[in-house]
């Protein structure tokens, strides 16, 4: 049983000396209409189905990163229905905004007794530092100098011996070109401080609705498929594509290495509209 508490604004997990177990969902993009749907896929009942499957796969998480467009239409009813829906898993939950989101509503909203406001978590050997990159009616991001000093700063004050930054804006290209244009537009900056600690060893996100897993020297950058509809890799002008709905498991090892996987629900079945060219 995972023994976690909440001082201030930072989560303490402790997983006593095993690796810290976490699982990534992201871009649910739910609506306040209980049948609402992208591109034909509705939403809340793919995201239960991905909670049923980590239920059935007694993953034994000690954290649950949220990582962004966790509502599509931000209204109030898309992010309660989060977060009654995500305490079924009795794991503490910390999340960041996406696009989609409203995060005044969510701060206001995402409230349950598992769900933390907290953006910085030490959890065994590391810390997790959650980053808005969202801007206002903006689908592209932006991290600006207020969120650059926050990581800043927890680098300067760090205790633990490795950092894992999180945010939901793609900072590196991914070879999408029509998502080229939509990605983190300070991810300069952003490599500069962290290029300057060597305490870093991954980089996660959302956002681009599909996996990514690729080394930038010692720093694994990873992005994690939707829990709803998926973007088809390596394409020029915007395109579903046929995967089924993911999450990623991660486990942030005593050593600094990341182990990690994507699973993907494969028990049902979904009609998502591909002829669709828009998001
Ligand atoms: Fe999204």
Same mark, same amino acid.
């Given at each position: 049983m995972t023994r976690w508490k909440q001082e201030q604004e930072e989560l303490n997990i402790q997983v006593d000396g095993r690796p810290a177990k976490i699982i990534q969902i992201t871009d649910p993009h739910i609506f306040k209409a209980k049948k609402g749907s992208l591109l034909g896929l509705e939403t809340r009942k793919s995201l239960e189905a991905i909670l049923d499957n980590i239920q059935r796969q007694e993953i034994n998480a000690d954290l649950i990163l949220?990582?962004?467009? /966790?509502?599509?239409?931000?209204s109030p009813e898309s992010y309660q229905y989060f977060a009654q829906t995500m305490d079924v898993l009795e794991t503490p939950i910390c999340w960041i905004p996406g696009n989609h989101d409203d995060v005044f509503q969510m701060s206001e #909203? #995402?409230?349950?007794?598992? /769900?933390?406001?907290?953006k910085k978590i030490n959890i065994g050997d590391w810390q997790i530092v959650l980053l808005d990159s969202s801007l206002t009616d903006q689908v592209y991001g932006r991290l600006g100098r207020e969120q650059r000093t926050f990581l800043q700063k927890s680098i300067q004050s760090l205790t633990s011996k490795y950092l894992l930054p999180v945010l939901h804006h793609h900072p590196v290209d991914i070879q999408c070109q029509w998502l080229e244009p939509l990605g983190l537009e300070d991810a300069e900056e952003l490599f500069e401080i962290l290029d300057s600690c060597s305490s870093v060893r991954g980089l996660l996100w959302g956002h681009i609705h599909q996996m990514y897993d690729q080394y930038r020297g010692k720093i694994r950058m990873l992005a994690t498929p939707s829990s709803s509809i998926q973007f088809k890799p390596l394409s020029k002008e915007f395109a579903a594509d046929s995967e089924s709905p993911g999450y990623r498991i991660l486990e942030l090892d005593t050593d600094g290495k990341i182990e990690t996987q994507v699973k993907r629900i494969k028990h049902i079945e979904f009609t998502v509209d591909y002829t669709v060219k828009g998001y």
């Open positions: 949220a990582t962004g467009d /966790i509502s599509h239409d931000q #909203l #995402l409230n349950s007794e598992y /769900i933390s406001r907290a």
